[in-house]
């Protein structure tokens, strides 16, 4: 990547005056965000082992996109994460806990633990009319491969975009994406391998592969429709669709309706290898679908809204979603029911509460802006999902709460997470339960 960025650059180079060049560099922008984190989390597990963790750390970005030179522009950020103040046993959650998955087996070693720098970003765009490509590393947002940026830094990947303005509306695009780097690590992964680890070969018939994403939006006032295609050859392919609607009943009262429907197939080397007795997902091949939807009400600074979703259940097939590349679409979704953690290197097959075959999600939601008391700035939510599974012993309760205040270009926010018998699944769709999971979070963000 380095050789073909240096090269187009010396083209540009050589095609421009020197004041040309320094009108670009003049023209660029400096943006970043310096974050503070704490996070705690305790657990009960059925077996007795309980445990509970905490971390602080600090970090933040620090990007620069210069100008327009003929249609050229280049852009590059800087990421970090620091912990400090560590405690015995650590919550690695916004530090490197996916450099100690990769290292270790484990987010419990001190790699985890241990602080990273990297060049998150760094790719050259050309713009032509209503056509822009790029090349290079980059924080994108998709249904399914997404930035996330839920933790100290967002995750990346590293690939060939092209993005077309069809008109006002309609927008296309198409990725070919090579690369994965998770938000707790400073390392870019082949984007298939980081799903299945040393299992990659085994399960495709190569130690490599990519991810071929095409899209179509459309965005007006009252409506937004996305379609989108993951083509992983000799891994899986996914279908994402979604629909929604809103519109003003009135000055203060206005409404939204959204549905979606995820499809998920194995192809190719996988589907022959899942369907074999003996595979790491039992001989089941992927077959997963769900369908959701959501009505929200906004009066004024109110918000309450109502969301269901099902992922279909066949105990013959892998029917949990896949979701490795830190996207978590559902309309259901909850600050720890979104399948954060099966973005870890090598645990892609592996699913979360909501996204687990059979899984029904009940979500209701209340948010509340504070303004109209005459300080500005202030928000909370209150969100509950209930979650039922055939396969689950006992059903999963979910409750968040959030306090929120945002002063120009700073915020603070308290977040607490309380969960009854949260859920996982493994590979082969082995459900697994603990009793309770409390978690504590105190993020406060500049950005710049």
Do not use: C
């Amino acid at each position: 990547m380095k050789k073909i960025v240096l090269n187009i650059l010396l083209l540009v180079a050589s095609m421009q005056a020197s004041d040309s060049m320094e009108t670009w560099l003049e023209d660029g922008k400096v943006n970043g965000n310096l974050r503070y984190y704490y996070i705690e989390t305790q657990i009960d597990r059925p077996n007795g082992v309980d445990s509970s963790a905490h971390a602080n750390a600090i970090g933040g970005q620090l990007g620069y996109t210069t100008g327009s030179l003929n249609g050229f522009r280049l852009g590059a950020t800087f990421m970090t994460t620091l912990g400090f103040a560590l405690p015995n046993v650590v919550d690695a959650s916004n530090i490197g806990r996916d450099n100690g998955v990769r290292k270790t087996g484990s987010a419990s070693g001190n790699i985890a633990q241990d602080g990273f720098s990297v060049i998150g970003e760094a790719f050259i765009e050309y713009k032509f009319k209503d056509l822009t490509t790029t090349y290079g590393r980059k924080v994108i947002k998709t249904p399914l491969i997404h930035a996330k940026d839920v933790r100290m830094l967002p995750s990346a990947v590293q690939g060939l975009f092209f993005d077309y303005k069809l008109n006002n509306n309609v927008k296309l695009g198409a990725s070919y994406l090579t690369h994965f780097k998770q938000r707790t690590s400073d390392r870019y992964t082949n984007i298939i391998e980081h799903v299945l680890g040393d299992d990659t070969k085994t399960v495709t018939g190569s130690k490599s592969g990519e991810v071929i994403v095409a899209s179509a939006t459309y965005n007006d006032d009252n409506i937004d429709a996305k379609l989108y295609n993951y083509y992983a050859d000799d891994f899986m392919n996914a279908v994402y669709v979604s629909l929604g609607f809103k519109n003003k009943i009135s000055d203060n009262l206005s409404y939204k309706f959204d549905t979606q429907y995820i499809g998920q197939r194995s192809i190719g080397h996988a589907d022959d290898y899942m369907s074999t007795a003996g595979s790491i997902t039992g001989g089941k091949e992927i077959d997963a679908n769900l369908l959701a939807a959501k009505i929200g009400f906004n009066y004024k600074e109110s918000g309450l809204s109502f969301a269901f979703s099902k992922v279909f259940s066949d105990s013959d097939k892998h029917d949990s979603l896949v979701t490795p590349w830190d996207g978590t679409p559902l309309l259901t979704n909850m600050i720890t029911s979104n399948s954060l953690f099966v973005s870890n290197y090598g645990q892609g097959l592996k699913a979360d509460s909501v996204y687990i075959g059979g899984s029904r999600g009940v979500k209701v939601a209340y948010t509340q802006k504070y303004d109209f008391t005459g300080v500005k700035g202030f928000k909370s939510s209150l969100a509950y999902l209930h979650i039922d599974n055939n396969n689950f012993a006992k059903n999963e309760d979910n409750y968040n709460a959030v306090v929120a205040y945002s002063y120009k270009k700073y915020s603070l926010a308290l977040k607490g997470i309380w969960v009854n018998h949260a859920s996982s699944s493994a590979a082969d769709g082995t459900v697994s339960q603990h009793d309770k999971l409390i978690q504590y979070r105190v993020i406060g963000n500049y950005r710049f």
